[in-house]
Structures are given as structure tokens and as C-alpha cells.
């Protein structure tokens, strides 16, 4: 059983790390030419087996079938900044030709019933194996710092509570989710007015 996982899991892992090379490479590629990056970080993880078998078992979701439907076994987060930022990250992760994107899911404008905002994507990733290619789903995850802040603390307490919060705590997580969307707000209005005054200082500069 232990070499079966190992042996089912190593692509995903191996997906993980190169998406993860990939994906901080753009930054750096930003960063070389002297642009803002629209990625402010990026981690990733692969699924413990213990989430895995949980999700099989609530889902009915037979043994044989868990690769084909649990598409995050591999998944990968982006950070960025701003919620603008978000689509341009998308339209870079659309453009690429190293993975087919299957799905696109917009939690950022139809957030959740929990307050989670975030945008996904699952991509088919292949995976160069001495067996020939092996073709993995990976679910990739965009979204701001302050959706990132949200989503951590709300799913450790989800840990704690097991999936069923007390009303109050269910209620205050709204609340803060709420609250993080009005500063994701506030932050791009600030950005806007960093680049209007951008703006007219390059071209004032023009003028002289
Ligand atoms: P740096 O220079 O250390 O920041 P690995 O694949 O080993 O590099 P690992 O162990 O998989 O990384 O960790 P994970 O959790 O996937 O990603 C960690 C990366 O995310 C590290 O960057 C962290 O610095 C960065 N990170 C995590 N949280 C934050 C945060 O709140 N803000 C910022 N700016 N970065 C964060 P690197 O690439 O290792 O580089
Ligand atoms: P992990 O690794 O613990 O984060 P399902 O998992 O069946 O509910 P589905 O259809 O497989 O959902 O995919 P969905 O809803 O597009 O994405 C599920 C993942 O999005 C979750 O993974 C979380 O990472 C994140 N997510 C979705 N809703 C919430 C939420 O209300 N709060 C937080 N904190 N994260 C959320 P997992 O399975 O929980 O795995």
C-alpha cells in the first residue's frame, strides 16, 4: 500500500515542483526587466494522503476513480497584490502551451457562501516519466494577499470546527471576509492614484 502512494503521488509532486519553478520564474523575469511582477509570491503543496482519502470518502468517490476526480492532488497558489493583477495572471496562464487549462472557476465575483474569494484553474499538466508522458491535474489557485490572509486563518479554523463553525464564528468570518474585500477595495484605489500620479509626473517630464 505505502509503495502504491508513493508510486501514485510522485508525479503530482513532481508537477508541484516544476509548476512552482515556473511560475517564480515569471517573477523573476518581471524583476529582470525592471516591471512590476502581478506575482507577488508562490507556494504549492501536494494533498496529504489523509485529505485525499477524506475527500474520496465524503465525495463517494471509488479507489480507482481519485485521480481522475480529485484534481487538486497537486496545487499551486499565486499571490498577488491587487485584485487587477489577478487577470492578467490568468490571461499569462492561458497563453501558455506547457498545460491545457479544463476549467475556470471565479470565486472573486461569485464568492463563496463562506466568504472565500479566490479564482482556480485546473490545468492538465504533463509529466515526463521514464514510463513516457503521465498527464496530472493540478489546481492552480489566484489571489490577493488579503484573500490569502482570509482563506489561511479561515481554513485552520475549519480544522478546529471540522467544516461545521458555531453561528457567531461562521458570522465573524463573514464579517472579516467582508472586511478584506473593502481593503483589497482601498488598496486599488491607492494603486490607481500611484500610477495617475506616475502618470503626470512622466509627463510633465515630457514637458521640460
Ligand atoms: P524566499 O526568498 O525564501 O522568500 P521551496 O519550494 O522550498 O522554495 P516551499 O518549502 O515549497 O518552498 O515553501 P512554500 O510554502 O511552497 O513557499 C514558500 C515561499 O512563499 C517562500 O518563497 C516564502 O518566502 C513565500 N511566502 C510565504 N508566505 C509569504 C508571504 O506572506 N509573503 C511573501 N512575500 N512571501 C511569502 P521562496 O520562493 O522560497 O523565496
Ligand atoms: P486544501 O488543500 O485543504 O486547501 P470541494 O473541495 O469539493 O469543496 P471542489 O469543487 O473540488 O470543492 O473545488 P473548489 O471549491 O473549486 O476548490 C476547493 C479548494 O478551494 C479547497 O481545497 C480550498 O483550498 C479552497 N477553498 C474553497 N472554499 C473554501 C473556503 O470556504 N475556505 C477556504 N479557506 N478555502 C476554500 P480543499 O479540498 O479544502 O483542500
Redesign the pocket.
Known amino acids: 500500500m505505502v509503495k502504491h502512494w508513493d508510486e501514485l503521488l510522485a508525479p503530482y509532486e513532481q508537477a508541484v515542483e516544476e509548476l512552482k519553478i515556473k511560475f517564480r520564474g515569471l517573477r523573476a523575469q518581471y524583476e529582470m526587466y525592471n516591471m512590476n511582477s502581478p506575482i507577488e509570491f508562490v507556494t504549492g ?1 501536494v ?2 494522503i489523509a ?1 485525499i482519502l477524506d ?1 474520496a470518502r ?2 463517494k468517490i471509488p479507489h480507482n476513480n481519485i485521480e481522475e476526480e ?3 492532488i497537486a ?1 499551486v497558489r499565486i499571490m498577488v497584490q491587487f485584485v487587477d493583477d489577478i487577470k492578467p495572471v490568468v490571461e499569462i496562464l492561458r497563453t501558455r502551451t506547457d498545460f491545457e487549462i479544463i476549467e475556470e ?1 471565479d ?1 472573486i465575483i461569485n464568492n ?5 474569494r ?1 479564482y ?1 484553474l ?1 490545468i492538465a499538466y504533463p509529466v515526463q516519466t521514464i514510463y513516457g508522458v503521465k498527464k496530472v491535474f493540478a ?1 492552480i ?1 489566484i489571489r490577493t494577499l488579503a484573500m490569502n490572509f ?6 485552520s479554523l ?1 480544522y478546529k470546527y471540522k467544516g461545521i463553525f458555531p453561528e457567531e464564528i461562521k458570522t465573524r468570518l463573514q464579517r472579516a471576509a467582508e472586511a478584506a474585500h473593502r481593503l483589497d477595495e482601498e488598496m486599488s484605489n491607492i494603486r490607481d492614484e500611484i500610477q495617475e500620479a506616475h502618470a503626470i509626473f512622466s509627463s510633465k517630464k515630457g514637458d521640460v
Open positions: 503543496r494533498k496529504p485529505s475527500k465524503t465525495n480529485i484534481r487538486d496545487a472557476r470565486y463563496k457562501e463562506s466568504g472565500y479566490s482556480h485546473v489546481e489557485q482570509w482563506a489561511t486563518i479561515e481554513h475549519n
